[in-house]
Structures are given as C-alpha cells and as structure tokens.
C-alpha cells in the first residue's frame, strides 16, 4: 500500500499498538505520525512501514493544511475523533 500525507494508519507493532494516528511524512520506508495527544507535531514518530496498518481514508484538509505549514495538534485530535466515531 502506497502512504500518502494526511491518511489514516493504526499502529501493528510497539506499545502504541492499536492506536490510531495520521501521517504527516513519508520517507525511505518509514512514516513520520502524530495523533495530537502523545506524538505531537513537534516530535512525530518514526514507524516502519511494515508497522503501520494503512487505510483508505485520507484527510484531504490535513494533507493541505501540512503543505502549508498551518497544522495545528488541536486540528489532528478533532479529525481524528471525527474519522474514528
């Protein structure tokens, strides 16, 4: 599966596993995710792709958002809780 800025991923592996988070960067087999709450935007995750459960939906208001430089962690958390319910 191809990973993409502002998609939705669940963590497999790590004491974060199930936990749901969003990518902010894709680099050289790995994925950089925030969720806003414990993995801020000032110091996102590193994770293996083969780590990271990928799903079809992407936030297109994030990926956008990321791109300029405007995200927010409060921004992170309410799309999340939105895509989760």
Same mark, same amino acid.
């Given at each position: 599966?191809?990973?993409?800025?502002?998609?939705? /991923?669940?963590?497999?592996?790590?004491?974060?596993?199930?936990? @749901?988070? =969003? /990518?902010?960067?894709?680099?050289?087999?790995?994925?950089?995710?925030? @969720?806003?709450?414990?993995?801020?935007?000032?110091?996102?995750?590193?994770?293996?792709?083969?780590?990271?459960?990928?799903?079809?939906?992407?936030?297109?208001? =994030?990926?956008?958002?990321?791109?300029?430089?405007?995200?927010?962690?409060?921004? =992170?958390?309410? =799309?999340?809780?939105?895509?989760?319910?």
């Amino acid at each position: 599966m191809e990973y993409c800025v502002g998609q939705l /991923v669940r963590s497999k592996a790590g004491r974060d596993k199930g936990s @749901d988070f =969003i /990518v902010l960067k894709v680099e050289n087999g790995y994925v950089y995710v925030a @969720d806003g709450r414990m993995r801020r935007l000032e110091n996102p995750k590193k994770k293996k792709l083969k780590h990271v459960q990928g799903s079809y939906t992407v936030s297109e208001d =994030i990926a956008r958002q990321a791109a300029e430089g405007t995200l927010e962690n409060y921004k =992170i958390r309410n =799309i999340l809780a939105q895509l989760n319910s």
